[in-house]
């Protein structure tokens, strides 16, 4: 298998695609797949500008749309992660990832999936400390702050990547993991881009979640973009295993925005499928999903003995697929195992030549579409559909069913809207049937 890997993406499928094929006729191979690094930019219209944050100069309307209308297909199976320039309303739709045209798949805000025999893990956005352990409140219409907050990644996507047990081929994140740099040519870094030595010295540049992904993983390949440079470096995690880092620049002419990584050892054979143990994740995680609006969401995931159980269920609902067209039994249950990702289905209007509008002028979507696909995901893993939830009314209890919740009674008083605290006791009332026992005098302050 060889695979085509490219840094920040910018709205520029047409570019990218044409230095694949570029590199196919000079070099004399085939392309399998094009992984890009974030940034990915699926804008499906002039709308979903609204829901980037990218000063109104720089918004651009790109290519992607031609991808998700049907009037071209892209040449080569894709998949990418978020960056911190992106369309968050569209890439809710399929948190849990999925296509976002037919052949691109996105990975969803943490996820591994699988390409052929090749294992992907990867984590969407970039860190922000102060957003880390909130919960994911944010829904369209954004606010200005919703917009940056949206692309933060969160702890809880954190701990359920951390959660994966099986080897991961792969791992690819936008910004790169803390400390990596010093793995790598600091020297040759820092002649590029001077302003990175003084964080590089006080371990500042990175992410670490990121850094505690790569050591807990440990995965063959890691990829990485955001800081717009060609950069390698090897990590020994001092037990035989290397972990190879590469990150990469964005799709602009002379510059290092893309590699081929040939993988001998892999077959592209099945294409997309999606990854049982994940989708095992997936559904112990769900009741701990912190969709409200808690500062600080002290996110939890189930233990190990929960994610078995969960695993056992899903290995039992994949197998339990009739494919009536495989006839050999060990092959018939392999297939059984590796079930495709739910079909690509449009949920927004694509541009249409007929609007003029300039980008930064359009209308911001105001709900959470329904995806299809994370609709059927849902519904095969039995569980509810909350990412429309509005934040103000979602309590995060987790396993816990049968609590119930009572409504707060309107406020009354010269409080108004406002909910007083340390309120004074109430009067005491006299009552015939009490009786005074020594100890009941309040004591004094």
């Known amino acids: 298998m060889k695979i085509a890997v490219e840094g920040c993406c910018h709205g520029e499928l047409d570019k990218i695609y044409a230095a694949m094929r570029h590199l196919e006729q000079r070099e004399g191979i085939t392309i399998d797949l094009l992984i890009c690094c974030g940034d990915f930019q699926a804008v499906r219209n002039i709308d979903d500008l609204e829901c980037m944050s990218v000063p109104n100069k720089y918004k651009q309307l790109g290519t992607f749309h031609k991808y998700y209308s049907g009037e071209t297909r892209a040449p080569y199976p894709t998949l990418f992660i ?45 860190y922000k400390s102060n957003d880390y352990r909130r919960a994911q409140h944010e829904r369209p219409p954004y606010s200005s702050d919703e917009l940056r907050s949206a692309y933060h990644i969160r702890e809880f996507d954190v701990k359920k990547l951390k959660s994966v047990t099986e080897p991961l081929d792969v791992f690819l994140s936008h910004d790169w993991p803390r400390n990596v740099a010093r793995h790598g040519d600091v020297a040759g870094l820092t002649r590029k881009k001077p302003f ?91 009741l701990n999903h912190p969709i409200g609006n808690e500062r600080n969401a002290n996110a939890r995931v189930a233990d ?22 495989e006839t050999d039994s060990e092959t018939r249950a392999t297939a059984r195992l590796k079930r495709p990702p739910f079909p690509f289905a449009p949920t927004a209007p694509a541009h249409a030549p007929s609007d003029r509008r300039r980008p930064g002028t359009g209308d911001a979507p105001r709900v959470v579409h329904r995806n299809p696909q994370t609709v059927a995901l849902l519904d095969f893993l039995e569980l509810d559909f909350k990412l429309d939830s509005k934040p103000k009314d979602v309590t ?45 005098e309040p004591e004094p302050s």
């Open 304 to 325: 190990r003995a929960d994610r078995v159980k969960h695993r056992a269920w899903v290995d039992a609902r994949l197998a339990a697929r009739e494919t009536a067209s």
């Open 396 to 440: 995060n209890v987790a396993n816990d069913a049968n609590v119930r919740r009572f409504p707060l009674p309107p406020p009354q008083g010269p409080f108004g809207s406002l909910v007083p605290r340390n309120l004074p006791p109430p009067p005491r009332v006299a009552d015939k049937n009490e009786i005074d026992l020594p100890g009941d």
């Open 82 to 126: 978020g960056g911190n320039h992106e369309a968050s309303n569209s890439l809710w739709e399929l948190y849990y990832g999925g296509f976002v045209c037919p052949n691109v798949y996105y990975l969803g805000h943490s996820g591994v999936v699988n390409f052929g025999d090749l294992r992907v893990g990867g984590l969407s956005g970039i």
């Open 196 to 286: 990175l030595r003084r964080e590089i010295e006080d371990s500042s540049l990175g992410s670490p979640p990121g850094e505690d992904l790569l050591n807990t993983l440990q995965p063959s390949y890691w990829f990485a973009a955001h800081l717009h440079v060609k950069f390698a470096a090897l990590v020994d995690h001092g037990n035989g295993r290397h972990t190879k880092f590469l990150a990469l620049d964005k799709c602009l002419p002379k510059r290092d925005f893309m590699q081929i990584i040939d993988l001998p050892d892999k077959s592209a054979g099945d294409g997309f499928w999606l990854d049982p143990e994940w989708l095992g994740i997936l559904r112990a995680n769900h």
